[in-house]
């Protein structure tokens, strides 16, 4: 939705109207969410960017392991001060959180 440049759309109501963040804030905003709903697109310009590469690795580590990674992580921030230096270092880190099924029952 935020790569739209230009619409031209048919209205529900029968009119054919181009739309640009300009002349028409709102209903551009609306065309963006609205999957055709507030009628049929006849033309779009988009703006087209550059795919970035992207590298997925999974490691299985443990808590312990974990936290000490993220505290690393902290210190870094701490002596740059910058956040910059945070985000590249955690990437695109997400944990899962798995319990067995008799972990579950210490819950």
Do not use: C
């Not at 997925?56 to 210190?75: H, L, N, S, W």
């Amino acid at each position: 939705s935020n790569q739209m440049i230009e619409v031209t759309v048919a209205l529900a109501n029968g009119t054919i109207t181009q739309v640009t963040r300009k002349s028409h804030p709102h209903l551009m905003r609306a065309l963006a969410v609205s999957v055709g709903r507030l009628g049929v697109i006849l033309d779009l310009t988009l703006r087209i960017s550059t795919n970035i590469p992207v590298r997925r690795t999974q490691r299985i580590i443990g808590a312990a392991e974990f936290v000490e990674r993220m505290k690393e992580v902290q210190r870094q921030y701490v002596r740059r001060g910058e956040q910059a230096a945070a985000v590249r270092a955690l990437g695109e880190t997400q944990i899962f959180w798995l319990f067995s099924k008799d972990q579950m029952s210490e819950f």
